[in-house]
């Protein structure tokens, strides 16, 4: 959400002052530099853009509109929930650990791996959850395994494991890798948890 | 009106002595996509994070933070450019609340945001009696998060409103060491200047100096750069040009505001009859860039104080210095408008529109690429709001046009699944493969026992050494097997619904409408920003075509006087003869 600094009425009363600090000394500053017809085409062009600006809210809520049915119709598409499973990875404050990457391999398989960016780390930190990977999977029973790496305790580097048998069951299948900050053994504890 | 001042300096003094009181939130009960939302949201990916939303909310995979997730949705529709739909979501939430019973499960927590947020938005339209009513709607604990925010929301919506008394009872308390503090500090001042009240003005743009001196970071010293070319301001006006120019003479050199500073210095100077101290002033504005302003009348200027100061000669140079340097100005604008028609500039602007901005200084640096030549001559449009929403509304209509041309590239490979899906199986063909299978699995099982026949006869050792080989052929023909099974059992293939075929098709289609929707708006901001940059050019070019023609009519001066001088002297000579 937008912050503020100086308002816009300062910042005008501001302009008027560097302006006017000039002119008070010469006659120059005052000069229109400028030809009075393309000045005011140009106004009246600026002024057409708040007419705009409607349409474009309009334009920019259908396309977020169109999007979001875009992504349920591929979905269903290429990812229906009967074999649809997703994965996700959430980090609670992580006060323990500073995530580096992720790795993660589906029964044997490495199917997905990222690098996090600062920002990213942040997100993750205050509370977002990236969906990592999106993928299809057979009814039955499955392996995952999701090593994790980066900076542990004392800044040292750091890599962790954690693995899960589950069933893969009919309807859409979420599984969260969870970073959690344990401050009693003061270090993160790295789990998959089952929706 | 009075009633509503002295409410928000109660909720303003009252709430600054509020201990944190928010309850912990129930960890277990938290949704999933909820987390998903927020990720996008804190790394300001709006547009992501709105479809994100619109998603799960179709889906109704947002059951536990139902109402976090409105306020968000809220923010980031407020965030992604679109007011009035921010204001619906907020206004929607906020009804809801009073309309249902006190166990509605929106918190105090999420309406006190929500209030926050539109009064915040009010503000911001300039609807500043309507943002003070909303702000007064907040009742009990204001959440941590906007805690800040709302002290400093209530200070500048008293500003505006010229409640300054209360505004100066904030800054002793509750504002008192916020990050905010020297802005509010700055804008008070200039709203006492604006209604003539210089005393207080003074006061106060000599608190933003000592804030910048006790806080040396950039930022703050910009601020107190800013504030002491107002007080020099007031000094000029009082006709005390001493004080102007003590003022002055602490501004500093370099960034954005110094060349006005420079100039009004080198003026102040002038004045003063102090000639000396103003030539270095001019001097160093006469180094920049010769699409500033400030810099072209330098330029004559420091010409015209060499005439004056009695040095012919280097008021000459410097006139000729000056045309030259105008004419090089000239090429430049040309060179400019070249840019600005080029087809793709607008887009290659507006996009590296942020990386420009964040140079400190575009004087230093040797631009690189063709569209850094245009900033310069932008810096003054670049201020104007106006022409500052056109960038943002381009920025992000490119956005969506690169969303578009995504999904329209996307709908080709959706169409080939789909082709691909009703052509490459029929019941017939299923039935083939069937078949063929079945007769290769009996030619592969003939062959499995054949090798576990051979085996048998090699030596014990050598058979030791196949069984694992044998043993993992086998559970690969079980495989191989129970898949066979499972695809016997298939009646008949799969195959998309019409329902969704047609579901497809539409969005395809509106795919195609919003890029030829989004082109056109596309069209109409380029034509308006073209209009716009011209325009601005052509002021540069009077402007500088004017100072151009000063140095020449000074140049053609100083040729006269050199030939009447000239003259004199041979008549001088020719006299005692």
């Known amino acids: 959400m937008t912050s503020f600094r100086l308002t816009n009425s300062c910042i005008s009363v501001l302009f008027y002052l560097i302006i006017s600090i000039n002119s008070a000394y010469s006659n120059d500053q005052s000069i229109d530099f400028s030809e009075q017809e393309k000045q005011k085409t140009a106004e009246r062009a600026l002024n057409n853009v708040k007419v705009l600006s409607k349409e474009i809210q309009g334009l920019k809520k259908s396309v977020v509109d169109l999007n979001k049915d875009l992504q349920l119709m591929e979905e269903e598409l290429l990812f229906p929930s009967s074999t649809q499973l997703s994965i996700f990875v959430s980090l609670d404050i992580g006060q323990f650990f500073t995530l580096e990457s992720v790795k993660v391999k589906i029964n044997g398989k490495q199917v997905a791996s990222h690098l996090y960016s600062e920002k990213q780390r942040q997100a993750l930190a205050r509370g977002g959850v990236q969906r990592l990977y999106l993928t299809n999977l057979n009814l039955g029973k499955h392996k995952i395994v999701a090593f994790f790496t980066g900076i542990g305790p004392n800044g040292r580097p750091y890599k962790r494991a954690s693995e899960l048998e589950f069933q893969k069951s009919k309807g859409s299948q979420f599984l969260e890798l969870a970073i959690v900050d344990d401050s009693a053994k003061q270090e993160a504890q790295f789990t998959i948890k089952q929706w | 009106m009075r009633n509503m001042t002295q409410l928000l300096i109660t909720l303003v003094l009252v709430f600054s002595g509020l201990e944190k009181a928010l309850a912990s939130e129930n960890e277990s009960l938290r949704d999933l996509k909820y987390g998903t939302i927020l990720f996008d949201y804190y790394q300001q990916n709006y547009f992501s994070a709105l479809i994100g939303h619109e998603v799960a909310s179709s889906r109704k995979e947002l059951t536990h933070q139902i109402n976090e997730a409105k306020l968000l949705q809220g923010g980031m529709t407020l965030s992604y450019g679109l007011p009035d739909e921010a204001e619906k979501i907020f206004q929607q939430l906020l009804v809801n609340k009073a309309d249902a019973s006190d166990d509605s499960g929106i918190s105090d927590e999420v309406k006190n945001k929500a209030w926050f947020y539109l009064a915040k938005m009010y503000y911001h339209k300039g609807e500043d009696n309507k943002a003070a009513a909303t702000l007064a709607r907040i009742q009990g604990d204001i959440p941590d998060e906007i805690h800040k925010e709302f002290n400093y929301l209530a200070t500048l919506i008293n500003i505006r409103n010229t409640h300054l008394d209360s505004v100066e009872q904030a800054l002793g308390g509750v504002m008192q060491g916020s990050i905010y503090e020297p802005y509010l500090i700055f804008n008070l001042a200039a709203s006492f200047l604006a209604r003539g009240d210089k005393d207080n003005a003074r006061t106060h743009f000599a608190r933003v100096i000592v804030y910048g001196q006790a806080h040396p970071q950039d930022e703050y010293l910009v601020l107190a750069d800013r504030a002491k070319q107002a007080l020099a301001h007031i000094e000029v006006e009082d006709g005390n040009l001493l004080g102007a120019w003590l003022h002055l003479q602490n501004v500093r050199t370099t960034g954005l505001y110094s060349n006005r500073a420079l100039l009004s210095y080198g003026w102040t100077a002038i004045k ?81 529109l942020d990386a420009m901005m964040d140079e400190t200084d575009w004087y230093g640096s040797e631009p690189s690429l063709d569209y850094n030549k245009l900033t310069p001559f932008l810096i003054e449009l670049m201020s104007s709001n106006s022409f500052h929403t056109v960038l943002k509304e381009l920025r992000d209509l490119y956005a969506l046009r690169e969303n578009l041309d995504y999904w329209a590239r996307q709908a080709q490979e959706h169409r080939l699944i789909i082709d691909h899906r009703q052509q490459g199986w029929s019941s017939e063909g299923l ?139 041979a008549l001088k000579q020719v006299a005692p003869q």
């Open chain 2, 272 to 352: 003063l009859e102090r000639y000396n101290v103003a030539i270095p002033a001019l001097r160093a504005l006469d180094q920049r860039s010769i699409s500033i302003a400030e810099v072209q009348e330098a330029k004559v200027l420091l010409a015209h104080l060499y005439e004056q100061q009695g040095a012919p000669r280097t008021a000459l140079k410097q006139y000729l210095l000056a045309e030259r340097a105008f004419a090089g100005g000239i090429k430049s604008i040309e060179s400019a408008r070249r840019i600005i028609d080029g087809q793709k500039i607008p887009e290659e602007f507006v996009i590296n």
């Open chain 2, 431 to 569: 039935k083939k493969f069937i078949g063929d299978t079945e007769q290769q699995k009996a030619q592969m099982e003939i062959q499995i026992s054949e090798l576990g026949l051979h085996a048998k006869t090699l030596s014990v050792k050598e058979q030791y050494r196949f069984a694992p080989l044998l043993n993992s052929m086998e559970a690969d023909f079980e495989f191989l097997e129970k898949n066979l099974n499972k695809v016997k059992k298939i009646e008949k293939p799969y195959q998309e619904s019409e329902k969704n075929l047609r579901w497809m098709a539409q969005l395809h289609e509106r795919i195609q409408q919003q890029l030829v929707n989004t082109d056109n708006m596309i069209k109409k901001l380029e034509s308006i920003m073209r209009i716009v940059v011209n325009a601005e050019l052509d002021k540069h070019e009077e402007r500088m075509k004017y100072y151009w023609a000063q140095a020449r009519l000074g140049k053609a001066r100083l040729y006269d006087k050199t030939l009447n001088t000239l003259e004199e002297d």
